[in-house]
T-cell receptor, first 114, second 110 residues
Framework: EPEVTQTPSHQVTQMGQEVILRCVPI?????FYWYRQILGQKVEFLVS????????KSEIFDDQFSVERPDGSNFTLKIRSTKLEDSAMYFC????????????FGSGTRLTVV | QKEVEQNSGPLSVPEGAIASLNCTYS??????FFWYRQYSGKSPELIMF????GDKEDGRFTAQLNKASQYVSLLIRDSQPSDSATYLC??????????FGSGTQLTVLP
């Protein structure tokens, strides 16, 4: 079964450092997303990406965040200057066309900011 | 503010029983609703989606949607210990982004 692949599975970074989280969506999918889940809390939407541009972003997705699809397969989330409160599990997801657009989540990257 | 509300539980049912999970939503513009299962430390896994009023069945799972009452539910028949997980309800927005509830923790007792 096709999978959304995320790397790394766990990243520890110093406060103020930049991190890039990487995702390889399912190959024929057109819609890409990043979500995050702080430990013990809800899964929260960050950003959606379609046709090489952001289609929607949440209040969380401020100027320190950016997304990129640098080639035909990768989808990245960059956090420019990490804060302690950015510590969370970050999930990438991708979805295809059609009415059934319950999309597939990757296994996640656990980001720990120290 | 779009909200999806779930009873956080925990909900315990004996093996073989029916588990009933409920969800309400505030955004009348939401068109589709999703149930995801999340095991501890893992990513959400799609169980079902529903966008029409009424019931939708898939194996042991039945989703129910009542748009007038802004209510979504999930029934799990013949519950198994492997069904023990947190169940997340989510509603979709215009860009297909999902607003998740806080989840209901289900424990199926052998």
């Amino acid at each position: 079964e096709p999978e959304v692949t995320q790397t790394p599975s766990h990243q520890v970074t110093q406060m103020g450092q930049e991190v890039i989280l990487r995702c390889v969506p399912i190959s024929n999918h057109l819609y890409f997303y990043w979500y995050r889940q702080i430990l013990g809390q809800k899964v929260e939407f960050l950003v959606s990406f379609y046709n090489n541009e952001i289609s929607e972003k949440s209040e969380i997705f401020d100027d320190q965040f950016s997304v990129e699809r640098p080639d035909g397969s990768n989808f990245t989330l960059k956090i420019r200057s990490t804060k302690l409160e950015d510590s969370a599990m970050y999930f990438c997801a991708s979805g295809g066309q059609g009415a059934d657009y319950g999309y597939t989540f990757g296994s996640g990257t656990r980001l720990t900011v120290v | 503010q779009k909200e999806v509300e779930q009873n956080s539980g925990p909900l315990s049912v004996p093996e073989g029983a029916i588990a009933s999970l409920n969800c309400t939503y505030s955004d009348r513009g939401s068109q589709s609703f999703f149930w995801y299962r999340q095991y501890s430390g893992k990513s959400p896994e799609l169980i079902m989606f529903i966008y029409s009023n009424g019931d939708k069945e898939d194996g042991r799972f039945t989703a129910q949607l009542n748009k007038a009452s802004q209510y979504v539910s999930l029934l799990i028949r013949d519950s198994q210990p492997s069904d023990s997980a947190t169940y997340l309800c989510a509603g979709s927005g215009s860009a297909r982004q999902l607003t998740f509830g806080s989840g209901t923790q289900l424990t199926v007792l052998p």
